[in-house]
């Protein structure tokens, strides 16, 4: 069964997997190191995986999570730009995000067809400077939207539970605002999927947060070289990171791998990639959705080659090599 654990969920047959951590029972003090919170969150986790519930503690694993996140602000590496800025004391790093401040949020019946309805909640900045970006508007410009705490938006998502399937945590990028969202989850108790949809740039710490979290990472594989990255993403490393979390996530649970088919970048990207989570990733749990949605948005007029939409033929040849590969795609 492609994407168990999310319609394990949605059957009633599992719990979400924050809930688990909300239920796990643990001690720390507001003063231990960094260092300290992390030893006692690496057996935590160990423990939840092999089946090992602790039920003593005056805290849970999520507020363990929390306490790490928070204290991360101070010098933010949430994603693997690691600008350290001391977000608490009002430093903007590269994202711009201080504050959370939330673009939007309503029921997505656009997405991936097991998804919707999807409660999607889109966060202003990004880690990422995506000249073709279509959500530039968001992305680009983190002071946009409102801030909403995360009581009010706990109580948003309990209104809307009962027609959404999940809640979709997106942007722009969800990742500078993982402190936020683990604050939401902690005055949430409603077993809901959690989707982290994502540019998959994060941190290992960042990753080893969600373990346990989140329940479906809906996430961006953009590219198949460095280069291309550097020059329409303004990231270095691409490859290594975004595979090395790709990789993370299909050890944590279901991984839904969106690839966005760009013009004139099938050879050099989409097929490179392909072959390369085919090497490196289980393909049990995990599912591509092969986009043809491209157009050139943003500054993607002022790239030679990116100001045109794909052709038919271009986007045939990524899904059928996807499909070759073996691959379950989304209709």
């Not at 590496?77 to 001391?86: H, I, Q, T």
């Not at 809307?160 to 399937?165: A, C, I």
């Not at 020059?231 to 991984?255: F, P, T, W």
């Not at 050099?268 to 591509?288: A, F, G, T, V």
Request: proline share 4%; charged share 25%; hydrophobic share 35%.
């Amino acid at each position: 069964m492609q994407l168990e654990n999310y319609e394990g969920i949605l059957s009633g047959e599992k719990k979400a997997k924050f809930l688990e951590a909300k239920n796990y029972r643990l001690d720390f003090e507001e003063d231990f190191t960094l260092e300290e919170l992390w030893q006692i969150h690496g057996e935590a986790v160990e423990n939840l995986k092999c089946g090992k519930f602790q039920e003593k503690g005056k805290s849970c694993l999520l507020d363990l999570k929390r306490e790490i996140a928070w204290k991360m602000l101070a010098s933010c590496e949430f994603c693997e730009r690691r600008c350290r800025a001391d977000r608490k004391a009002g430093k903007r790093g590269v994202c711009g995000v201080l504050g959370t401040r939330i673009a939007s949020e309503f029921l997505h019946f656009g997405e991936e067809p097991m998804l919707v309805p999807s409660h999607t909640v889109f966060f202003a900045g990004c880690t990422f400077k995506c000249v073709f970006c279509q959500n530039w508007d968001i992305s680009q410009y983190p002071e946009n939207g409102v801030y909403l705490s995360p009581e009010k938006m706990a109580a948003i998502v309990r209104a809307r539970h009962t027609v959404s399937l999940n809640v979709n945590w997106v942007g722009g990028d969800p990742t500078p605002n993982l402190p936020f969202i683990l604050d939401v989850l902690h005055n949430l108790d409603i077993s809901l999927p959690q989707i982290w949809n994502s540019n998959m740039y994060m941190s290992t710490e960042t990753m080893n947060l969600l373990d346990g979290i989140v329940d479906l990472y809906l996430a961006d594989f953009k590219y198949g070289n460095n280069d291309c990255a550097e020059n329409l993403s303004g990231v270095k490393n691409y490859m290594e990171i975004v595979l090395r979390n790709h990789k993370l996530a299909n050890q944590q649970c279901d991984l839904l791998i969106r690839h966005l088919v760009m013009p004139g970048h099938v050879d050099c990207c989409s097929l490179p990639m392909l072959d390369l989570i085919s090497r490196e990733l289980e393909n049990k749990n995990l599912m591509l959705n092969i986009m043809d949605q491209y157009r050139p948005e943003y500054k993607a007029h002022e790239i030679p080659g990116m100001d045109r939409r794909i052709t038919n033929r271009e986007y045939q040849t990524v899904l059928k090599h996807a499909k070759s590969l073996g691959f379950s795609c989304v209709p």
